[in-house]
């Protein structure tokens, strides 16, 4: 129904929170962005607005969702543009091999919720953590620890996903 790009733009604003830094992430101005995601909302009918300072959808979903589901199914397949939601400093960057099938970003929301909802709606794959309240409220998703040393690594996935390779390859290359 949509082009990648126009999906990734819409659910990069929801992620991230900033079109400057959805540009940066999918190698598109701010402009191109911005279009990108209104073509996406409008082919499903929904409205992308911004309020009190964060980019909400409004509207029935359902249909959004469905193609989200596609979209995360081919990441998997084809292994390339997976999503982790991660701050990394360049001492801890991902491992090369990684970051060819990793795309990683940190929203401007630190919000454990947010991170939550974001796995729940398939428009991230990962989160990596080390904060202990990881979990809320979805039996959907799990948190996985990866290190113990110097802090408790944690990577929060949906259930569903948790055992797929791209999702191994990270947690072998993270725990080493």
């Keep these: 129904m949509v082009t990648v790009d126009q999906l990734c733009c819409l659910d990069g604003l929801i992620w991230l929170q900033s079109g400057n830094a959805v540009g940066a992430l999918t190698l598109q101005h701010q402009t191109t962005v911005s279009r990108n995601q209104r073509k996406c909302a409008k082919a499903f009918g929904v409205d992308m607005l911004k309020r009190d300072g964060l980019w909400q959808i409004e509207g ?6 469905l193609e989200r589901g596609v979209h995360q199914a081919a990441r998997l397949k084809f292994g390339r543009g997976l ?4 701050a990394f400093s360049p001492e801890t960057a991902l491992p090369q091999d990684l970051a060819r099938i990793w795309t990683v970003g940190s929203s401007r929301i630190r919000e454990p919720d947010h991170f939550e909802t974001l796995l729940e709606q398939r ?4 989160w990596l953590t080390s904060e202990e309240q990881a979990l809320g409220r979805s039996e959907a998703i799990i948190s996985l620890p990866l290190t113990d040393e110097p802090e408790t690594l944690r990577l929060v ?3 569903d996903l948790h055992q797929q390779p791209g999702m191994a390859g990270l ?3 993270l725990s080493a």
């Design 157 to 159: 996935v949906r259930r």
């Design 123 to 126: 428009v991230i794959e990962a």
């Design 171 to 173: 947690m072998t290359g």
């Design 83 to 86: 999503r982790l939601e991660a």
């Design 60 to 65: 029935d979903c359902h249909l959004l969702q």
